[in-house]
DNA sequence: CTGAAAGCGCTTACAG
DNA sequence: CTGAAAGCGCTTACAG
């Protein structure tokens, strides 16, 4: 059916052997033979298949990034950090996403299991017990934002702690010593480290430390746009609010603005992820930056190093910097627009 | 090293035959020897090499995707829908990207084949030589939004004709006599589509057609800015302008409110694509949209049907259709805002 | 119901 | 420099 290496090398007269070496340009084929070998595979159109050779070689040439999502602009950021670095090291990307539950992931795992050299796994939920009995001890892993205290794994996490420390010390520097929190869903990781960078840097201020101050949210839209309402009934304002995420500070604003409040005159605004869209809304919003980019990157150069060394060096959990960006929403200068990129029309 | 069916087979003391029957549920195989298998397995700890297994059954149960790039929402949308559709029919998805020009989609091309069933291809440049020489003929291959004209090759493409054609007959539906078009970049076969469609369309809507209307532009945000500053300038101003894509249709709502100009009562104003960022500029801007996780869809089933049958069948060409998105920037009222997806907090 | 053997498409010591 | 052979980890007719 398809044409193959012995193909190639009947019609060449020669050995399936000296066609594999033509192929992988070993320098110890004689000129004449590998010019004949050449002209076979041009005139066959002798197109190797690489399963053979992984098979053989015991490497596949390509790593596995597994996801919880595909929805929104972060996963496709950090499908594009980690395609471009793996490519930048000859390898291949094998993505494979919506995985909620341990059920679907276990079958993820088992799919891509000797496909890949290395595996970055990116899942809320997946727990160590859960990689152990689906992946081979030997499979090199990096796991990216999962909530995982195992030191037998490289993992990369955000690090929400100091990115919502520095956005609460931020408006403590803009003079705020009333400060509200919009807390995302409980049991949720993310927001767990946001709440308590908030608490510590209402403490380090020396600023209103109060658990009236801290509104339920679950990270939607809806949820902030209802906290902020609420936030705004209250007796005693406060005069800004942090957002545990993007999203619900946008719902806020909506809320805010409903109510005839400046912002940030009367209330001061952030967030948290620094989507695009904080700075089309008016006034923009101010946000911690992830380098979500970069975060793919540093997966793969990882994942790779423990390629080469066949994963045997001293694992590491390395936290990710973010950055706090100041824009309109908190008093700062608007900042200039990043363009956007184009979509369709490519 | 790792653990194989040999070794499985040496601990429940059968043949590699009865372990890859139990493995793959074969209904022959003795209950009793069955439970010893199993229980090496768990032993053992057991896990498959799927490579094996695809090269001894000559199917790698995956499909791969070949994008040009992974920039903005559009392409994570594609990669959503088809990785989704390929779950469903239980199938992996490689995912390559950033393939610019001829030679990086060339070993695109042939790094992936072999680790696929089939292929859905999609960038600007590709032709058909590229992909006869790098395929072999009996992969099944769906071309996505690609400009071949070849009919050996199932392919999708936005029904860019009739997406500009309607926006631009809508306009005209709100009495708009003298519409300005800004043209995506030459040779770019979307942005002559949507050029046609317009022309036509003011044709049938017999409104003026005039060379003076058309302003170059090459998609980019800037490019927009700059055609609305100088058709604001012109003697005789148009009513409305249509921008082949959002980007560029951003830009132009910056110079024209820049200019004091009002929109939509002034200058109405269109774009094409429908990213996100349109519902949140104000005034809202209206848009034609394409289905994006519908176009990824559709090539998926395509593909796997072209798989089933072997590759078999008729070839055919099919145009996705594409949906007018009327808001404020023409004259419609706003209609409610879709809710942006959570980022980073999942 | 089970096993020995051939085969999938390659690579690579080993001999010559 | 070249080839025969073994091997990578599986599956599956074929015999028994």
Same sequence: chains 1, 2.
Avoid at 265 to 292: N, W
């Amino acid at each position: 059916m398809s044409i193959t290496i012995k193909d190639v090398a009947k019609k060449a007269n020669v050995s399936i052997a000296t066609v594999s070496r033509v192929l992988n340009n070993s320098n110890i084929v004689e000129e004449d033979t590998k010019k004949r070998v050449q002209e076979a595979v041009r005139e066959l159109v002798y197109l190797p298949n690489n399963l053979g050779r992984s098979l053989s070689i015991k490497r596949t040439e390509a790593i596995g990034l597994i996801l919880p999502d595909l929805f929104g602009e972060f996963f496709s950021e950090v499908i594009r950090g980690v395609d471009q670095t793996a490519q930048h090291h000859k390898y291949h990307l094998l993505v494979s996403s919506s995985h909620d539950d341990r059920k679907e992931i276990e079958t993820a795992l088992q799919m891509i299991r000797g496909r890949v050299d290395g595996l970055i796994i990116m899942s809320a939920d997946i727990d160590v017990q859960t990689i152990n009995k689906n992946l081979p001890k030997s499979l090199p892993v990096v796991l990216l934002n999962c909530q995982v205290d195992d030191t037998s794994y490289d993992s990369l996490n955000i690090n929400n702690y100091y990115g919502a420390h520095q956005m609460v010390s931020h408006l403590i520097n803009h003079g705020h010593k009333s400060i509200s929190i919009i807390k995302g869903p409980v049991n949720n990781h993310d927001a767990e480290e946001r709440l308590r960078g908030y608490r510590q840097a209402l403490r380090d201020g020396k600023a209103q430390f109060d658990s009236e101050l801290e509104s339920p949210g679950d990270f939607s839209e809806a949820s902030g746009y209802d906290a902020a309402r609420t936030i705004l009934k209250k007796k005693t304002r406060p005069s800004a609010i942090f957002a545990a995420n993007d999203s619900m500070a946008i719902g806020a604003l909506s809320a805010i603005q409903e109510a005839g409040v400046q912002v940030p005159e009367e209330i001061a605004l952030a967030g948290f992820d620094d989507i695009p869209i904080v700075q089309f809304v008016k006034p923009s919003l101010s946000s911690v930056r992830v380098s979500i980019n970069d975060l793919g990157v540093l997966a793969v150069n990882r994942l790779i190093q423990a390629i080469r060394e066949k994963n045997k060096f001293i694992k590491q959990k390395t936290l990710v910097p973010v950055e706090v960006i100041p824009r309109e929403s908190c008093g700062c200068p608007k900042p200039p627009r990043i363009p956007f990129y184009r979509t369709i029309s490519n």
